[in-house]
Structures are given as C-alpha cells and as structure tokens.
C-alpha cells in the first residue's frame, strides 16, 4: 500500500538490513544513527564495499581450505597385530 509519505514495506526492510549489516560488519565503525542519515547513495557504496569485501574473504577461505583438507588428510599404515604375551588374566 502505498501513501504519499513514508517508505513502502519493501523498501523499508531492504532499508533496515542494509543498515544493519553496515553496522554488524562495519565491526565496531558505525553505529545505527549514523548508518540511518548516510545520503543514500553513501551508504549503498558503503554496503556494496563491506558485501565485496566480505565474498573475496568466503572466496579466500574456500581456497585454502580445499588445499588444507589435502595436507591433513592421515596417511595410514599396514595394520599393527597385537602383541603374543598380551592376553586376558585367568581366573
């Protein structure tokens, strides 16, 4: 429903997690207030930087995670056989 002022809902919640993430990954540099009375065309180029930033590091951590896998995986051995003088104590 749209009214003469105000948001729609759409915009509104698009609004409030944009802000939202700029303040959560921002660590510690925003708080809401200020996110809330960027001009709008700085705030989409502060989220589209903190959204970049944050996908070259996914992309990152995939990488070298996929050769940290290969460097940790055990090698194993022939089997060990247990030891003749090791046996249950009788009764």
């Not at 180029?45 to 992309?59: D, M, V």
Request: aromatic fraction near 16%; hydrophobic fraction near 30%.
């Amino acid at each position: 429903m749209l009214t003469f002022f105000g948001l729609t809902q759409t915009y509104r919640l698009q609004l409030f997690r944009q802000i939202h993430d700029i303040v959560f990954h921002g660590k510690g540099g925003f708080d809401f207030h200020t996110v809330y009375n960027f001009p709008i065309w700085l705030r989409n180029y502060t989220y589209k930087n903190i959204e970049e930033h944050y996908k070259k590091e996914q992309e990152a951590y995939e990488k070298n995670s996929g050769k940290k896998k290969l460097e940790n995986q055990v090698q194993r051995g022939p089997a060990i056989k247990q030891p003749s003088y090791s046996s249950k104590a009788r009764k």
